[in-house]
């Protein structure tokens, strides 16, 4: 009877045991602190719904959020080391890609076929792309705007080479067109809306949906070791638990996204069916990747640079752990 006593006190502390550890665990203890920079347009949804539901708080790690402007802003805070993970374009990458392969995409999230648009005044008298010829246009160098740009200009024959650009920051966009310093612009949202707000009659919008479909990407360095993949296994779960909330009440969601970076919600209303958030990993963002980086090559843009293989540059591990049906490669 003693001995059957002591097993069952010995089971009775290690029962004790383990949930004291795991209150530990709860309570944050014990959890890895990550910083993720993510880009403040409503793509990002899904780390800020993960943010305001808990998500972040009930994984296994401790997510501090950075905002950015714009998924070049956030790819540099990754490979500078001032952010675990990023958000950012697949044009993003492919500029990237040219010059470092110190990365890699974890997933795709959202996407868009209506994101980034081509804006000018009415007054300009530009209705399709073989008026801009010779015109001034406002772009951001190094991103799915430049790529938007080359492939409108194509319809027509045209290339970079047969227009005026003047690199801009996104935020310099709508008043560089307002102050008639350029003929059009290719902004993404949120300043898409505010340059149409601001101009009210006198904005055109040349249609460009369908032209380009831009996805948007969790991307880290490198993950070298198990612990690190653990890590992004943690954010995954995360952002896959705020997919299916976006998918379940978009309503709430549209809400949320307004308080959190702070807009309003005829903008929201204006982009939300546009969008798609899901996670995968796809060839579709494989084939995206490969014929930006064709248009690249073919505008001499890339010059004597080894065209990267973007296989390598896809780590489908983490996916594969919390969603391996969205992998598909």
Not at 53 to 63: E, I, K
Not at 106 to 118: C, G, P, R, T, Y
Request: glycine share 4%; aromatic share 8%; hydrophobic share 45%.
């Amino acid at each position: 009877m003693r001995l059957i006593s002591l097993v069952f006190v010995l089971l009775i502390s290690v029962y004790a045991g383990s949930i004291y550890n795991d209150i530990g665990k709860d309570s944050g203890g014990n959890k890895a602190a990550i910083t993720i920079a993510v880009s403040k347009t409503p793509l990002s949804a899904p780390f800020y719904i993960a943010e305001s539901q808990g998500y972040f708080s009930d994984s296994c790690v401790n997510v501090v959020i950075n905002d950015v402007i714009g998924g070049k802003k956030s790819f540099e805070q990754v490979v500078t080391g001032d952010a675990d993970f990023g958000t950012s374009s697949d044009s993003v990458i492919v500029f990237q890609a040219l010059q470092r392969h110190d990365f890699v995409t974890l997933a795709s999230f959202a996407q868009s076929d209506n994101d980034v648009k081509l804006i000018t005044r009415i007054k300009n008298n530009i209705h399709e792309s073989a008026d801009l010829a010779g015109r001034r246009i406002g772009l951001i160098r190094g991103t799915a705007s430049e790529y938007l740009l080359s492939t409108y200009l194509a319809l027509s024959g045209l290339t970079i080479r047969d227009v005026i650009l003047k690199a801009l920051s996104a935020e310099q966009l709508p008043q560089a067109l307002e102050q008639n310093k350029v003929d059009l612009i290719v902004p993404w949202e949120p300043y898409a809306f505010m340059t149409v707000e601001s101009l009210n009659s006198d904005a055109r919008t040349l249609n460009t949906k369908n032209l380009h479909t831009l996805m948007f990407n969790l991307i880290s360095r490198r993950l070298v070791d198990t612990e690190k993949v653990e890590q992004a296994v943690c954010v995954m779960q995360a952002l896959n638990h705020a997919v299916n909330y976006i998918a379940a009440e978009p309503d709430k969601s549209r809400k949320i996204i307004v308080e959190r970076i702070g807009t309003y919600q005829k903008f929201i209303d204006w982009v939300w069916p546009d969008y798609i958030f899901k996670l995968s990993l796809n060839r579709s963002l494989l084939m995206s990747l490969q014929s930006q980086t064709l248009w690249l090559r073919d505008s001499d843009k890339v010059g004597t640079a080894e065209l990267p293989d973007y296989r390598m540059l896809l780590d489908n591990r983490v996916l594969k752990k919390v969603n391996p049906m969205a992998v598909k490669l």
